[in-house]
């Protein structure tokens, strides 16, 4: 079921919350629709599913209009981020909801309502929960039987709206892995809304950067995440060291440091650039290999799992680094704080114009 | 490296915040003061007034005809408004707490209008908006309908008044329910009745009973707008708080008391039931 959105516009009061929406979901996708809170990516999710009318645009699911059906008639599934379960409905009769409300001519069965439930229940490993209440169930508990309650209905599309940011960091993972292997035994073409570029770039067949309404990128994680179109997809990718400078022939200034500019952005004349290098990207050694290498000294540092975090103040730099490397190569090279080692920028990335961090 | 410095915490919590004991004892008294003096005192008095003529005379006194009818108009009153008044309160519940439109803030501060008005003043706009001297009265009149002066009046009097009790009671619950589950609901294919049937109604339940057990007690007990609109015909026109009233000004005091203490009765009807309601929404929020 592949969905496609044609120029999408939805505007509130004081604000436009999506400005010309274009996107084609294959069938089968999931997708990760990721920015920062409030920059229109769950309002987009609720058009989907008719809970909100855009203001222009189209919503084609397999190439029919479906802008204004109503949603009962969308057969969307959809999971909230705080689940919406049914609190007076215990755990069956809410993932039975959907079936029970069918009109009676397509309604199934009793005893093929209760195989059906079951089915779902052991689905999503909640089967011994059918009498309980939600109020008695934990939060993964809950959005997993809000799952089951969304297939019951075969939809057509699964619409997940950031649905494990409630839970916390350990049940949020479990749920993220157990979803990514759900998706591939049932195979429904499935949107999820999240901020957490992790989730994003571990769950998804494909990510949509949403930002201020708009689309900044769309594409594999692998694309996204290496060849990132703007500053702001980069920036919001990961951990980044911003450094303001200029470009001018070829040549990037950072400080009193220069070094050259990427192929694309060999002929412009003089102008503001920012220069963006994730930490695990930056080399420390004791021994000068290159010209470019900078002079810097260990401000801090922080233990950060398998990593160790250093905190640099280089040479020619107004703002601080921050650099990670594995705790081996730190063990290795005896590194301690106020020493002065070398430091290597790799795969810096220059984007020019005015973007602000 | 980390070493356990901290001790367990003594298993008997002990209170850091507490007023002192003369302060309790002072509010308790205060308390109690306000009750004898207000509550129990009078009531006493109303029981003791009641029956100071013996058993008889009040078994009597509240089964002389005039009694009944005002007993009948009364009960008539209240089962016509509360369900007339759980419809308006609900459809007015809904409409503020799951639509965005434009006048919903005014909508909101107008609801305890009937509140903020004196009962008497409730009482006085409708006879001028129906009563037979006016254009709408008369046209009513010339059709053989009777409002003002009839029982009509008195019911929409005391839909007046007491219609904001359910509203009220059921804006905050539903604003904190929020619209996720009928969404989830519509979501999964329910039509609007099936989302009132099955989700909205069994989440406010306990809310809506609530309001209208509250609606009931002022249906019965008001005085002023009724007062206003009803003309005091003893049979026909005259509720129980009016037919007290009648009788007490007649010097006819241990009658009236008898009759008062059936609103009594029923107040404290209303007291046990709206108690135990509350035990149960309490249960329920723990429960579920």
Redo the contacts between chains.
Sequence with gaps: MGIELRNITKKFATYTALDNINLNINSGELIALLGPSGCGKTTLLRII???ELPNSGQILLDNKDTTNL?????????V?Q?Y??????NVFENVA??LK??PWRERPSRSEIQKRVEHLLTLVQMEWAMKR???QLSGGQRQRV?LA??L??NPKVLLLDEPFSALDAKVRQELRRWLRKLHEEIHVTSIFVTHDQEEALELADRIVVVNKGRIEQEGTPQEVYDQPANAFVYNFLGNVNVFHGRINKGKVTLGNHQFDAPEELKNLEEKPSQSFVRPHEIGISRIQSSDSDLLGTIREVRLLGGQIGLNLECEGLDLPIEAEIPREHYINLQLARGEKVYVTLNRVKVFTGDYEI | MLKQTTQASPPVLKKRISDPRWVQILLIGLMLLFFTGFIFLPLALVFAQAFQKGWSFYLESIREPYAVEAIKLTLLTTAVVVPLNAVFGLSAAWAITKFNFAGKTALKSLLDLPFAVSPVIAGLIFVLLVGSRTPFGSWLGEHGIKIIFSTPGIIIATLFVTFPFVARELIPLMEAQGRDEEEAAVTLGARGWQIFGIITLPNIRLGLLYGMILCSARSIGEFGAVSVVSGHIRGQTNTIPLHVEILYSEYNFTASFAVASLLVFLALLTVVLKSSLEKQFQNNSLEH
């Design positions: 599913a008719g809970l109503p949603p009962r008639k969308k057969n969307v599934g959809f909230f705080h919406a379960l049914f609190r007076r409905l909801f959907g409300v069918l209440y939600p109020s809000a309650r969304a019951a209905v």
